[in-house]
């Protein structure tokens, strides 16, 4: 039996076509369903349906096999533990700073809303500033409007939600996409079907360049 662990949402849909080429159709739609394991139309593999932040949770512990996650969620959670071997080329982002159009130059200690403490935390010591992380969950382009804080660490794609809010993009910290990665006791064990899936999704993602 092979678990794959994947979140809802982008991910599991731009990840549905990687998985047909490999001959794997989910018969259960998360969408429809409330089921949060799917079956597919191969016996031994299923899909267990969990939150992005928790994909390398389950990786780790064996819960899951291998499972797919965004740079962002492995950054945070740390990624020694697990092997990476497929960047998928999935759920492009960015992450950035940023803050309100035409705020001013912050001097000194600055305070930085995000859910990513660990990244930010990274970012600002490297770049030597001194900086006060402020942990949330979500609506991150608020916190600089309520005077939470003065700027923000976030995901930007196109750009839309921090322009809606007035913010502007600053600095990148990294660029992001979504990674296959696969727990070490089964890449070992389960060799005989995993290397075939890594293989083929490399595969299908070299044939989209
Ligand atoms: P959770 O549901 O656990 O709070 P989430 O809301 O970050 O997590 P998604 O929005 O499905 O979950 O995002 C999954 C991954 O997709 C993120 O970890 C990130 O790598 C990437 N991502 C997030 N926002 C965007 C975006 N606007 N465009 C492209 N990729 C994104
Ligand atoms: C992500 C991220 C930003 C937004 C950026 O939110 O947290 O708010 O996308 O994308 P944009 O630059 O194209 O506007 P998401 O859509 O995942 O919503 P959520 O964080 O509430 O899940």
């Known amino acids: 039996m092979l678990t794959i662990a994947i979140s809802k949402g982008r991910i599991y849909d731009d990840t549905l076509p990687l998985l047909a080429e490999a001959g794997i159709i989910p018969i259960d739609n998360p969408k429809t369903s409330r089921k949060l394991i799917l079956r597919t ?27 797919i996650a965004g740079k962002d969620v492995l950054m945070e959670h740390g990624a020694e533990n697990l092997y990476e071997p497929l960047d998928l080329g999935i759920a ?16 000194g200690r600055i305070k930085v809303a995000t859910k990513y403490v660990k990244t930010a935390q990274r970012y600002f010591a490297g770049i030597g500033v001194q900086a006060e992380i402020i942990k949330l969950y979500g609506a991150m382009e608020l916190a600089p409007l309520v005077g939470l804080a003065d700027c923000i660490v976030d995901i930007v794609e196109t750009g839309n939600t921090l322009k809606a809010n007035g913010l502007v993009a600053k600095e990148l910290i990294t660029h992001i996409s979504s990674r296959l990665v696969v727990n070490k006791a089964s890449m070992k064990m389960k060799h ?10 490399e595969k299908t993602i070299e044939n989209r360049h």
């Open 41 to 67: 139309n191969q016996d031994d593999v299923k899909l267990v349906i969990i939150r992005a932040t928790d994909v390398p949770t389950f990786v780790e512990y064996g819960a899951a096999d291998m499972g």
């Open 92 to 107: 492009k982002c960015r992450m950035m700073t940023a803050t309100p159009v035409n705020a001013p130059e912050i001097s």
């Open 192 to 201: 005989g079907i995993i290397q075939p899936l890594i293989d083929q999704f």
